[in-house]
């Protein structure tokens, strides 16, 4: 049975709009060949009728059809890109947008002047770009400049099962451009593309698109994979198991490629290391330690110079040298999400166990060619897996979840499976987030087994049992629903979309998230105010339309998250600008330090690590500053990094020296060039002028800082819990924030963990075994009636408090932040 939907169901009685050139493309032999084998090209007709007759197509396909390399060339061919309209795509990750216009542009034989990318930090776009790769914020960032999109001919949504936020978004704000073009005589082509086959959510949405759009079925030419479930209940040490599972598979089986999926960096790059030391291979176990180098001179001038300089904290760093970036992008790091050096340690597993017995050579024939794959890998060293292995060798590749859909890799015939994915969640209205490695989904799971039956039949292993594979969850759900949404609706009501409530989401999200978002949104003064009459409920149904004010207008031209944007609006006074910058692009790359307390592989290495951490934690010290400065606490701590590591010039060597995160140290490089651009763009309209260059701040800007800080993140104050207040145990050395009715703690690697300041205010709560502050600073008290009057309540304690709210884990419980900070903190008096 064919699932194909007939083509011309939808077809408008309009004349088609199909162009009538032909472009050639002069590929090589190589590549056409190559390209034959492709399942979609032989549906290349079918698709290019439909989209030539409907605005609107969505095409479905296994993983490795050729959807995001082929469909591009389709339309390039077909004359749908020009010069004055391109062909864009949209991927909700970085890598793929990067890896695919280098790609196509190599089947194309083009430049990178014409087939292009652009992601937050970095592009290739020029005017000749006719078919550009993008992140999906970054196209969101075009709408709010050009609502209909006019550069564009066609675009396509790629992976649109993954349901990201923007995406979905975007296809919501599609949905409403497509017919707007047709009105002007203009019209877009909208292409969604997508693996599996959940399309219900876009065809069977009449919210979304008033014409059904056709589904186009490809076929994938896939091989048989016979899939082999674990017969034992699941195991924890999943790491050890995929290990034991490899070290067969390469013993016993014929040649062909082994993919193993497990959930994070540290945990592929131990399994890389333990199976490179069972099959050695040695040109192989050289493999990535090539990339360092640097001066030590440098280094020690830096040194020196902190000797006879005692008061300076910062090193005056030089702001010139920028590759400032245009600021019309946006999309966010959400590749990074599956790292363990984000995670934290808590929930990495023991992954050098004790099976010594394994752990010893085992002889083979076969040498194992061992490839990591994530998304935060060096771009030169991902691009390995593409190439054929070494002649005589099998190829192992070790990913996390990015091998899943977004890259496929050649000659796979064995796939490892452990069943489990590194996600962070967030509680829907505290926006406390925690990093959990939880289950796949039936839909992931039955992704990853096909990438065994690519060229040939295949076998997936499955370390679970199919009691527990039956229990997953059909589909993972849209992270829309998933996730705190204010950002995006800023970005929103920026659109001048101001009933959010009633958006053709293709999943809506939950109206508490929507309406935690506006509450906040309001409380930041992003959103007008509305007046506040009638019953709670009719309160909340208005509050859900506010119009944006004029401060949100502003802070919505940030490339960052609204509490951030708040941070740069303020910061033009007493010249807090650089630093803010720099705190703020700090903050949004997270995790600037390296996490040395995950598990080694031998002694050796734990002593390398303890060794490591004791620098870092001596580095922080000095970091931190003197004086009142310290007060700025985590925050001095991130500048006096960025500084110290900018005046070293930035340099791998240092940021390795001292315990810093090169690549989150080169983001910040970016995000700041970015930051001071946005900045600069809204300054100028008010006739102001933002010097590119910080020195380091002085005690005074330090205090402001802190207040500037505590204006952004007004709902995250925190209160060390009083003798008298000390219930039980539980609550020793703990705070109480406005959020949440647990005890929270200041996190370990935080400067102030052990002077346990009066009041406090966070970047953010992990949930690991405990509830985490981390990014902290000091507040005075007196600073939150004058700076947060939108929490204070300055009246008598209310007699009926509102309804608790409890967290999907039950470990939270919190109040609405707006009624907050009153009664139990015992604020100074204050004239309001
Ligand atoms: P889909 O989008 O349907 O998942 P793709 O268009 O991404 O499929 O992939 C089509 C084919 O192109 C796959 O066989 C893949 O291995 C190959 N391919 C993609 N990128 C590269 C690359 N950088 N080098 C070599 N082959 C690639
Ligand atoms: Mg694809």
């Given at each position: 049975a064919?699932?194909?939907?007939?083509?011309?169901?939808a077809?408008?009685?309009?004349?088609?709009?199909?162009?009538a050139?032909?472009i050639?493309v002069?590929?090589?032999?190589?590549?056409?060949?190559?390209?034959?084998?492709?399942?979609?090209?032989?549906e290349?007709?079918?698709i290019?009728?439909a989209?030539?007759e409907n605005?609107?197509?969505?095409?479905?396909g296994?993983?490795?059809?050729?959807?995001?390399t082929?469909?591009?060339?389709?339309?390039?061919?077909?004359?749908?890109?020009?010069?004055?309209?391109?062909?864009?795509?949209?991927?909700?990750?970085?890598?793929a947008?990067?890896s695919?216009?280098?790609?196509?542009?190599?089947?194309?034989?083009?430049?990178h002047?014409?087939?292009?990318?652009q992601i937050?930090?970095?592009?290739?776009?020029?005017?000749?770009?006719?078919?550009?790769?993008?992140?999906?914020?970054?196209?969101?960032?075009?709408?709010?400049k050009?609502?209909?999109?006019?550069?564009?001919?066609?675009?396509?949504?790629?992976?649109?099962?993954?349901?990201?936020?923007?995406?979905?978004?975007?296809?919501?704000?599609?949905s409403?451009?497509?017919?707007?073009?047709?009105?002007?005589?203009?019209?877009?082509?909208?292409?969604?593309?997508?693996?599996?086959?959940?399309?219900?959510?876009?065809?069977?949405?009449?919210r979304?698109?008033?014409?059904t759009?056709?589904?186009?079925?490809?076929?994938?030419?896939?091989?048989?994979?016979?899939?082999?479930?674990?017969?034992?209940?699941?195991?924890?040490?999943?790491?050890g198991?995929?290990?034991?599972?490899?070290?067969?598979?390469?013993?016993?089986?014929?040649?062909?490629?082994?993919l193993?999926?497990?959930?994070?960096?540290?945990?592929?790059?131990?399994?890389?290391?333990?199976?490179?030391k069972?099959?050695?291979?040695?040109k192989?176990n050289?493999?990535g330690?090539?990339?360092?180098e640097e001066?030590?001179?440098?280094?020690?001038?830096?040194?020196?110079s902190?000797k006879?300089?005692?008061?300076?904290?910062?090193?005056?760093?030089?702001?010139?040298?920028?590759s400032?970036?245009?600021?019309?992008?946006?999309?966010?790091d959400r590749?990074a999400?599956t790292?363990?050096?984000?995670?934290?340690?808590?929930?990495?597993l023991?992954l050098?166990d004790?099976?010594?017995?394994?752990?010893?050579?085992?002889?083979?024939?076969?040498?194992?060619?061992?490839?990591?794959?994530?998304?935060?890998?060096?771009?030169?060293?991902?691009?390995?897996?593409?190439?054929?292995?070494?002649?005589?060798?099998?190829?192992?590749?070790?990913?996390?979840?990015?091998?899943?859909?977004?890259l496929t890799?050649?000659?796979?015939?064995?796939?490892?499976?452990?069943?489990k994915?590194?996600?962070r969640?967030?509680?829907?209205?505290?926006?406390v987030?925690?990093?959990?490695?939880?289950?796949?989904?039936?839909?992931?799971?039955?992704?990853r087994?096909?990438?065994?039956?690519?060229?040939?039949p295949?076998?997936?292993?499955?370390?679970?049992?199919?009691?527990?594979?039956?229990?997953?969850?059909?589909?993972?759900?849209p992270?829309?629903t998933?996730?705190?949404?204010?950002?995006?609706?800023l970005?929103?009501?920026?659109?001048?979309?101001?009933?959010?409530i009633?958006f053709?989401?293709?999943?809506?999200?939950?109206?508490?998230?929507?309406?935690?978002?506006?509450?906040?949104?309001?409380?930041?003064?992003?959103?007008?105010?509305?007046p506040?009459?009638?019953r709670?409920?009719?309160?909340?149904a208005a509050?859900l339309?506010?119009?944006?004010?004029?401060?949100?207008?502003?802070?919505?031209?940030f490339?960052?998250?609204?509490?951030?944007?708040k941070?740069?609006?303020?910061?033009?006074?007493?010249?807090?600008?650089?630093?803010?910058?720099?705190?703020?692009?700090?903050?949004?790359?997270?995790?600037?330090?390296?996490?040395?307390?995950r598990?080694?592989v031998?002694?050796?290495?734990?002593?390398?690590?303890?060794?490591?951490?004791?620098?870092l934690?001596?580095?922080?010290?000095?970091w931190?500053g003197?004086?009142?400065m310290?007060?700025?606490?985590d925050?001095?701590?991130?500048?006096?990094?960025?500084?110290?590591?900018?005046?070293a010039?930035?340099?791998?060597?240092?940021?390795?020296?001292?315990g810093?995160?090169?690549k989150?140290?080169?983001?910040?490089?970016?995000l700041?060039g970015?930051?001071?651009?946005?900045?600069?763009?809204?300054?100028?309209?008010?006739?102001?002028?933002?010097?590119?260059?910080?020195?380091p701040p002085?005690?005074?800007q330090?205090?402001?800082?802190?207040?500037?800080?505590l204006?952004?993140?007004?709902?995250h104050?925190?209160?060390?819990?009083?003798a008298e207040?000390?219930?039980d145990?539980?609550?020793?050395?703990a705070?109480?924030t406005?959020l949440?009715?647990?005890?929270?703690?200041i996190?370990?690697?935080?400067?102030?963990?052990?002077?346990?300041?009066?009041?406090v205010?966070?970047?953010?709560?992990?949930?690991?075994t405990k509830l985490y502050?981390?990014?902290v600073s000091?507040?005075?008290p007196?600073w939150?009636?004058?700076l947060l009057?939108?929490?204070?309540h300055?009246?008598?304690?209310?007699?009926?408090?509102?309804?608790?709210?409890?967290?999907?884990?039950?470990?939270?419980?919190c109040?609405?932040?707006?009624?907050?900070?009153?009664?139990?903190?015992?604020?100074?008096?204050?004239?309001?």
């Amino acid at each position: 049975a064919s699932p194909h939907v007939p083509v011309c169901q939808a077809a408008s009685n309009k004349p088609s709009c199909k162009p009538a050139v032909f472009i050639p493309v002069d590929r090589s032999p190589e590549i056409q060949e190559a390209r034959l084998k492709l399942p979609i090209l032989a549906e290349e007709q079918v698709i290019m009728e439909a989209i030539n007759e409907n605005p609107i197509v969505i095409i479905c396909g296994e993983t490795g059809s050729g959807k995001t390399t082929q469909v591009p060339q389709f339309l390039y061919e077909a004359g749908y890109a020009s010069s004055n309209g391109a062909i864009g795509i949209t991927e909700p990750r970085r890598v793929a947008a990067v890896s695919m216009s280098q790609r196509v542009a190599k089947e194309m034989n083009l430049s990178h002047r014409v087939v292009s990318y652009q992601i937050r930090y970095e592009g290739n776009v020029t005017d000749e770009t006719q078919i550009k790769f993008m992140t999906d914020g970054v196209l969101l960032k075009e709408i709010q400049k050009d609502f209909l999109l006019s550069k564009y001919k066609v675009v396509i949504i790629d992976e649109a099962h993954e349901r990201s936020m923007y995406t979905d978004i975007l296809i919501g704000l599609l949905s409403r451009i497509v017919p707007l073009r047709e009105k002007k005589g203009l019209p877009l082509k909208l292409i969604i593309m997508s693996a599996t086959l959940r399309v219900e959510d876009f065809t069977d949405n009449n919210r979304l698109f008033s014409v059904t759009p056709p589904v186009i079925q490809v076929d994938a030419r896939q091989f048989p994979v016979t899939v082999h479930f674990n017969k034992k209940t699941p195991l924890d040490d999943y790491s050890g198991e995929c290990f034991r599972k490899v070290c067969k598979i390469h013993r016993m089986l014929p040649s062909g490629g082994i993919l193993v999926f497990l959930t994070g960096q540290a945990e592929v790059h131990a399994l890389c290391r333990r199976l490179r030391k069972a099959f050695p291979f040695q040109k192989n176990n050289t493999a990535g330690n090539d990339d360092k180098e640097e001066s030590v001179e440098e280094i020690r001038t830096f040194k020196k110079s902190r000797k006879r300089k005692k008061v300076m904290t910062l090193p005056k760093i030089d702001l010139d040298n920028y590759s400032v970036v245009p600021v019309d992008e946006g999309d966010e790091d959400r590749d990074a999400e599956t790292d363990d050096d984000i995670a934290g340690s808590d929930i990495d597993l023991d992954l050098g166990d004790g099976d010594s017995e394994e752990d010893e050579k085992i002889d083979s024939s076969l040498p194992l060619y061992v490839l990591p794959l994530y998304s935060l890998l060096a771009p030169e060293k991902q691009a390995k897996v593409f190439r054929a292995p070494p002649p005589g060798t099998r190829l192992c590749v070790v990913a996390t979840n990015v091998a899943e859909t977004s890259l496929t890799i050649p000659g796979i015939k064995y796939v490892v499976d452990c069943g489990k994915v590194k996600k962070r969640f967030y509680d829907k209205i505290t926006g406390v987030s925690s990093f959990r490695v939880t289950w796949i989904s039936q839909a992931s799971a039955n992704q990853r087994a096909g990438r065994a039956g690519r060229t040939e039949p295949g076998h997936c292993y499955r370390l679970y049992s199919s009691a527990v594979f039956m229990d997953f969850e059909k589909f993972s759900a849209p992270e829309i629903t998933k996730r705190p949404v204010e950002d995006l609706i800023l970005q929103m009501k920026a659109l001048n979309i101001e009933k959010v409530i009633n958006f053709p989401f293709p999943t809506p999200p939950p109206t508490e998230a929507l309406a935690a978002a506006e509450e906040l949104l309001i409380a930041l003064g992003a959103l007008k105010e509305p007046p506040m009459t009638g019953r709670l409920k009719q309160q909340l149904a208005a509050k859900l339309s506010c119009p944006i004010s004029p401060l949100g207008r502003i802070m919505a031209t940030f490339p960052v998250a609204p509490r951030y944007a708040k941070m740069l609006a303020l910061s033009r006074q007493h010249d807090c600008l650089p630093y803010a910058i720099t705190i703020v692009s700090a903050m949004t790359v997270r995790e600037l330090f390296e996490e040395f307390d995950r598990p080694a592989v031998s002694e050796e290495e734990t002593a390398k690590l303890k060794g490591k951490k004791a620098r870092l934690l001596q580095m922080q010290r000095i970091w931190a500053g003197q004086g009142s400065m310290q007060k700025l606490g985590d925050l001095m701590v991130m500048l006096g990094a960025v500084g110290a590591c900018e005046y070293a010039g930035c340099t791998r060597k240092f940021c390795e020296e001292n315990g810093l995160r090169y690549k989150a140290m080169l983001e910040i490089r970016r995000l700041r060039g970015q930051l001071t651009t946005a900045v600069n763009s809204v300054c100028t309209d008010a006739g102001l002028y933002v010097d590119p260059k910080m020195k380091p701040p002085t005690e005074a800007q330090a205090t402001y800082l802190r207040q500037i800080v505590l204006a952004g993140l007004g709902d995250h104050v925190a209160r060390r819990v009083q003798a008298e207040e000390l219930l039980d145990d539980k609550w020793k050395n703990a705070y109480k924030t406005a959020l949440l009715d647990d005890p929270v703690f200041i996190h370990p690697s935080s400067v102030l963990f052990k002077q346990l300041p009066e009041f406090v205010v966070y970047q953010e709560i992990l949930e690991t075994t405990k509830l985490y502050m981390k990014g902290v600073s000091v507040v005075e008290p007196e600073w939150i009636p004058a700076l947060l009057p939108p929490y204070c309540h300055f009246g008598k304690p209310l007699e009926n408090p509102p309804p608790s709210y409890c967290s999907e884990t039950g470990r939270i419980r919190c109040h609405r932040p707006s009624v907050f900070y009153r009664v139990s903190w015992q604020l100074p008096a204050v004239e309001v």
